[in-house]
């Protein structure tokens, strides 16, 4: 399941600093209300949306300051969640986007012969704002152009294997579900049998005799089944199964391809994703079977691994242990002399308790999919190549 696109996890670790940005503001903790209140929003939205409200709140009165505040508080916000590489995404992009319109704005004042320096600034910060509003309404509608342009993928008697419930790849699957002529638009089946099923591979699938429930569950009737796009396909009586990665490779020979969602689709057109996409990628690709991805422009990061340590972030897979006495053994919080807060690691070296980055739990770790296991990448602007990725970052950014 890509976690930026199913329940974005909160916010924690390093708060904002009175300093960079006006009293009563808190970036972070907007940034999580907008989680919290909005499910069907993405973290490199929720993060856009962030930046505009604190704008529209700061009474600024240079383009140095807006810059600058802007800048301060998408650090901020990064430095608050173990894996910051889709919210950068959005705040990059949205700081691009505005740095490019504030130019474009200027030299319209410009030629217009503009004399008034502080009427021109109220301007621009108009202008900031209601584009940056726009930009927000148009990343919110990309996933329903993505669900139209990658329905056509999908045709009569397709088995297709996804890897959780990204809301984009849930999207596309409800597209084609309900699309025209689809033997699912209509309740019934209709007779000529089920258009397409889905296999549903869930990160976490409980043994068959549930302990917590003292209930039996049966393969594909787990409490994942409460997954909103689970429920939502079986309501429009496509057939869906629920398997756990264990059983990848055994349902290969029955599948007709797998779509993924990204957290970030990176320079060279591979992508990061939740941590067990690579494998899926690389056994897809050994048998054969085409590997599509579904992820938005706002995805789209500047970042060129080249590997799985590539990525900057701090994810605990695999941890060595010579003893049971060791598990357990991470940050421990000491004071100094002077009171103020620190941070031990385990490796004896202190830090600062505001400079210590959020770990990623196990379940939110990632990992890179090589461009060469894709097979192509559905975005609201289009189907791409892995090789076209490139070109279309030069696009967004220059």
Do not use: C
Request: proline share 7%; hydrophobic share 40%.
């Amino acid at each position: 399941m890509t976690r930026e696109d199913s329940s974005p996890t909160t916010p924690t670790g390093a708060t904002p600093t009175p300093s960079t940005q006006p009293d009563g503001f808190d970036i972070v903790n907007t940034y999580s209300h907008l989680l919290l209140t909005d499910p069907d929003l993405t973290m490199p939205v929720a993060a856009i949306e962030s930046l505009i409200t604190l704008l529209s709140t700061t009474p600024l009165t240079t383009i140095s300051e807006t810059l600058s505040l802007l800048s301060s508080a998408s650090t901020t916000l990064k430095n608050s969640v173990p894996n910051p590489i889709s919210l950068s995404a959005g705040t990059d992009l949205f700081q691009r986007y505005l740095i490019t319109q504030l130019q474009a704005h200027r030299n319209a004042i410009g030629r217009a012969g503009g004399a008034d320096p502080a009427g021109d600034f109220r301007a621009i910060r108009n202008h900031l704002l209601t584009n940056g509003r726009l930009f927000v309404q148009r990343a919110k509608a990309s996933r329903e152009k993505i669900a139209r342009f990658g329905r056509g993928f999908i045709r009569d008697g397709t088995t297709v294997l996804t890897n959780g419930g990204s809301r984009v790849v849930g999207a596309l699957l409800k597209a084609a579900a309900t699309s025209s002529g689809s033997a699912h638009s209509t309740p019934g089946s209709g007779p000529g049998g089920p258009r397409f099923r889905v296999i549903y591979v869930a990160p976490d699938l409980p043994s068959l005799s549930d302990p917590s429930s003292n209930s039996t569950l049966t393969p594909g009737h787990t409490r994942l089944s409460l997954d909103p796009t689970i429920s939502t396909l079986r309501a429009l009586h496509v057939p869906v199964a629920v398997i756990p990665f264990s059983a990848i490779a055994s349902t290969l020979p029955m599948i007709s391809m797998v779509i993924v969602g990204a957290e970030g689709v990176v320079e060279n057109g591979g992508i990061i994703n939740r941590l067990g996409t690579y494998q899926l990628g690389l056994l897809a690709k050994s048998a054969g079977k085409p590997f599509y991805v579904v992820a938005e422009s706002h995805k789209f990061v500047r970042m060129y691994p080249l590997g799985q340590g590539d990525l900057g972030l701090q994810q605990r897979v695999v941890e060595f242990m010579t003893g049971v006495e060791e598990e357990g053994k991470g940050l421990e919080v000491v004071r100094d002399e002077g009171g103020v807060k620190k941070v031990a690691t385990a490796n004896g070296e202190t830090m600062a308790e505001k400079d210590v980055k959020p770990e990623a739990r196990l379940e939110e770790a990632v990992d890179f999919t090589p461009p060469d296991l894709i097979s192509a990448l559905i975005t609201e602007g289009g189907v791409l190549t892995p090789s076209a990725v490139s070109e279309e970052l030069i696009k967004i950014w220059f």
